[in-house]
């Protein structure tokens, strides 16, 4: 159980650290895609004979294909990291900022209106999760009136 928090925690500042210093996921990606080609080309010199610089190779190119994966989708880690943020405070008022995230998300799906006639009605501050569920079911009516057409 620790190790497994452990490792989470680790893995958590990892994508921080990845997301807050985009340089460095840079420099990890070319320096995966460097150690790629010297690697192949080793493997092409020996004549496709070296087992281990043929496992070399292939380790190499898992590793710069996840590293370039993840330094060009650095929306995912915000994303994650955004809903997380709201499960965990699901059950708390939403402050002005997270209003305006919602709607400045509503805007850019295409229900603002109806994501502030909503709030307008409830009287008072949503919670969290009034909002995230509102903002969904919108998206999903949205969604459904698209196939309908």
């Known amino acids: 159980m620790l190790e497994s928090k452990l490792f989470r925690k680790l ?13 460095a996921t840079k420099l990890i990606a070319i320096l ?13 010199e020996s004549g496709f004979n070296s087992l281990m610089d043929g496992v070399l190779t292939i380790l190499l190119a898992i590793a ?16 994650h990291h955004l809903t997380h943020y709201f499960i965990e405070n699901q059950d708390a008022i ?40 509102k903002c969904l079911d919108l998206k999903h009516d949205k969604n459904d009136g698209n196939i309908d057409a």
């Open 11 to 23: 893995i958590s500042a990892m994508l921080v650290l990845a997301y807050k210093y985009p340089i």
């Open 32 to 44: 995966f895609t460097t150690l790629f080609i010297i690697s192949s080309v080793k493997f092409i």
């Open 64 to 79: 710069m294909i996840k590293s370039l994966l993840f330094a060009l989708d650095k929306t995912t880690i915000a994303n």
């Open 94 to 133: 939403a402050s002005d900022e997270e209003i305006a995230f919602f709607l400045r998300e509503a805007e850019a799906e295409g229900f603002k209106t109806e994501l502030m006639d909503y709030i307008n009605k409830l009287g008072r501050k949503p919670l969290i999760k009034e909002c995230l569920s």
